[in-house]
């Protein structure tokens, strides 16, 4: 069974406050790691991948993987309310297609004024 | 350039029903991917589709199903509708298959809402 779980949220942070969202996968094959931001009632936008170990930053944004660990993280610098959404991290697993990835159930993050 | 376009966005539909929506890919994409997303189950894969041929499957019973134009672009049906499959179907297009590299993955479309009532 290949998983990929996600802390279960809802995460709550002030404004400006950096938030840390967490997922671990059960797959070490796992070569490829996205992370996608879900406005409610809206579909998924992908604002980061990562295919390495270690940090790739991309403005506010920065995510970690941790093969070893089997563990992939986004942080979110200067957090603002417009960062509200559910975050949804994804795996491909190697030898699998392109279009075939796998979905935690997604961390709801509020940013609060 | 446009994005993934879905259609149509918004259905209910009656148990026993059939359904078929439609995807229109990214200008250049061959590949689309159609994943179903309920609150309980959250995102969960369909099929994948390249040059008209279905190259992956999910675990889901065989009521529903999929097909790839010439064009690239695809829809899926699903027969003998039950209340579990209300759900947010989204469409996502790839500009080729195989294992993702830097800077190629799936963009998805926003999505068609099928209610069963």
């Known amino acids: 069974q290949k998983e990929v779980e996600q802390n279960s949220g809802p995460l709550s942070v002030p404004e400006g406050a950096i938030a840390s969202l967490n997922c671990t996968y059960s797959d070490r094959g796992s070569q490829s790691f996205f992370w996608y931001r879900q406005y409610s009632g809206k579909s998924p936008e992908l604002i980061m991948s990562i295919y390495s170990n270690g940090d790739k930053e991309d403005g506010r944004f920065t995510a970690q993987l941790n093969k070893a660990s089997q563990y992939v993280s986004l942080l979110i610098r200067d957090s603002q309310p417009s960062d509200s959404a559910t975050y949804l991290c994804?795996?491909?697993?190697?030898?699998?297609?392109?279009?075939?990835?796998?979905f935690g159930r997604g961390t709801q993050l509020t940013v609060w004024p | 350039k446009a994005g993934v376009t879905q259609t149509p966005r918004y259905l209910i539909k009656t148990r026993g029903q059939q359904v078929t929506l439609s995807c229109s890919p990214i200008s250049g994409h061959r590949s689309v991917s159609w994943y179903q997303q309920t609150p309980g189950q959250g995102l969960q894969f369909l099929f994948e589709?390249?040059?008209?041929?279905?190259?992956n499957k999910g675990n889901f019973p065989g009521r529903f199903s999929g097909r790839q134009f010439s064009n690239s672009r695809s829809e899926m049906n699903v027969s003998t509708l039950e209340l579990g499959d209300s759900a947010l179907y989204l469409c996502a297009s790839s500009y080729q298959t195989g294992t993702p590299s830097s800077g190629n993955t799936i963009y998805f479309g926003e999505g068609s809402w099928l209610t069963v009532v």
């Open positions: 589709y390249f040059s008209e041929t279905q190259r």
């Open positions: 994804a795996v491909n697993h190697r030898g699998s297609t392109l279009g075939r990835l796998y």
